[in-house]
């Protein structure tokens, strides 16, 4: 199936389409085994899926990471890994000396000399302090310990902020699905306006965007037993109603059968062919499922405008803001 596609940020960097993403290991999606997660993202990277979305939260997705490193560099494993991390500090004082103890932090864990992409969140928009952090960020970045720096959840006006202070922001992750269109207005029209290309995360609604849910009854709370899924299947309330969403898996179904690929393929590459939408987060569950070869075959197809026609007339029955106005609103 071929290489991974990838794109050029704008400060030169490299990105691929597809993320791994590993949220999965902040809790709530089942124990942890190190040996066996370390093994799979192993498998990820010699199958050229070899970028990994983290968080200095997630758990030890940091740890892992960088044990991974380790292991690649003592098999002489010479395929490239890249490490995108997340920083979310709490409110407190943003000096220079505070950002880099953080960020020390990160680089330790990932057995890093710098990080490829940081990404930053704010939790209090009041505190306006992540004005103060964004500036320290950009001192490290020239002294060579963070590679590109990008937001994670931010609205556009505090986006805009961010980079009219002079931060070169090359990246907005938000959360985008095939329900879940909060970014498609300002945040895209200003991320095009600056060459800031969108990651998407949320893509598969936690894997309720599957033939699994097809065709079955709403589930209880109880069998929401992960994280993701309690998440999301609160978006789909906030979307529609089971109903609605049991139409819209008939009609990704159908597109699929016609791509010969899943529907949570085709639900993945409605996010991907949107405009300024750089990559997709893909979350894994390393140590317990693989989903190598059927993300790959994320690229072997296109939707044309009949497919998205079809998805469109479906998904505008529902509420696409979710409720909200921008990207992140549910953080605060």
Known sequence: MGDIPHIILKDGSSMPRIINGMWQMAGGH??????????????????????????????????????????????????????????FPRPGNMSLENVRTFIHSSLIRTKSEFIDLLQFHWWDYDDDRYLNAAQSLKQLQMEGLINSIGVTNFDTIRLKQIVESGVDVVTS??????IDRRA???MTDYCKDNDIYMIGYGVVLGGLLSEKFLGVPEPSTIALNTWSLSKYKDY???????????????VLQRIGLKHSVSLTLIAMKYVLQQDMIGAIIVG??????????????????????????????????????LGWSEPGDEFR
Request: with cysteine.
């Open 30 to 87: 089942g124990k942890v085994n190190y040996k066996n997660s370390l093994s799979d993202m192993l498998d990820y990277v010699n199958s050229g899926l070899n970028c990994f979305d983290m968080a200095d939260h997630y758990g030890p997705a940091e740890d892992i990471y960088g044990e991974l490193k380790t292991q690649m560099k003592n098999e002489d494993n010479d395929r490239k890994v890249t490490g995108f991390t997340k920083w």
């Open 236 to 250: 789909i309330n906030r979307w529609g109603d089971w109903n609605l969403f049991q139409d819209l898996l008939e």
């Open 184 to 186: 498609r207005g300002k």
């Open 173 to 178: 992750q938000v959360s985008y699905s095939v």
């Open 284 to 321: 894994c569950r390393f140590g317990i499922h693989q989903h190598i070869d059927e993300n790959k075959r994320l690229f072997t197809f296109n939707l044309d405008d009949e497919d998205i026609e079809k998805i469109d007339n479906i998904v505008f029955k529902g509420d696409c803001m």
